[in-house]
């Protein structure tokens, strides 16, 4: 697509509303048995409600859209409506779909017109700073129809032969350049159009809201993310994430 169907940067997008959705459908069974990930408390609180928070905590998020379990909407209401969030932002559930994908779909779905800014972000990262939510819209505000919040690599990567059988030894075939790789992290934020399109044309190699951007031939460009927005998958993550809270309570009084 050439750079004149592109969304007018700065100056006419510089009020543009934004909205934020939250998938929350997922069980995370990686995190054990229990209730979906989504819902695991982090200092006594959701993992969700933090997310929310820190979707409301950016002044430019006027409605946040949680995309709740397919029979758990009204649990996940009454769960909203029993914790303080702020005021000024709107929050909207809606029962999500079989996969990520179809949920972030379901969000997109119920957003009312005007919010021409979309961030699409991971319930389980509760944690991430406002300051990376704002660089994100920013960023779309500029100009750039999809955007990403990234860090570098701390660790070297190898790519690997896959094999049939899980635990078995993985033959090394290449060891790529990680000057060159990011990891990437949520709010991935879009220009609502945009990413509208690439959910009703891109169903193949999935991996998150981004590459859909790409597969239309769209551009995507990286922000700095923080090492703070992490993912909470596994009991480890969730030790680390209690620490981080811990710490900003104690200096941060959040």
């Known amino acids: ?48 409600i933090h997310a929310v928070r820190a979707m409301a905590a950016s002044r430019a998020v006027s409605l946040v859209v949680v995309v709740a379990p397919p029979d758990g909407a009204a649990e996940v209401k009454s769960l909203l409506d029993a914790h303080a969030l702020p005021e000024r932002t709107d929050i909207l559930v809606v029962p999500g779909g079989a996969s990520r994908q179809e949920s972030v779909k379901l969000g997109l779905d119920a957003l ?57 030894p993985e033959p ?30 891109v169903t193949d190699n999935v991996t998150d809201d981004a590459s859909m951007v790409e597969q239309l031939g769209e551009r995507v460009v990286a922000v700095p993310g923080h090492e703070e927005a992490f993912k909470v998958t596994r009991p480890l993550d969730l030790v ?6 811990a710490r900003r309570r104690l200096t941060d009084g959040f």
């Open 172 to 201: 090394v075939v290449a060891t790529p350049d990680r000057s060159l790789l990011r990891a990437v992290q949520t709010p991935q934020g879009f220009d609502r159009a945009t990413l509208v399109r690439a959910h009703e044309t």
């Open 1 to 48: 697509m050439s750079d004149d169907s592109r969304p007018s940067p700065t100056g006419a997008r510089r009020g543009t509303p934004v909205a934020a959705v939250i998938p929350a459908a997922g069980r995370g069974v990686r995190l054990g048995p229990g209730a979906p990930k989504a819902l695991r408390t982090l200092g006594g609180t959701p993992m969700l």
């Open 112 to 168: 009312p017109p005007g919010h021409d800014i979309v961030l699409v972000h991971d319930a389980a990262r509760p944690l991430v700073p406002v300051d990376t939510v704002d660089a994100v819209i920013e960023a779309v505000r500029e100009g750039a129809p999809a955007v990403v919040p990234v860090l570098p690599l701390a660790d070297t990567v190898k790519q690997v032969e896959p094999v049939a059988a899980p635990g078995e």
């Open 240 to 245: 680390l994430a209690e620490a981080v809270l």
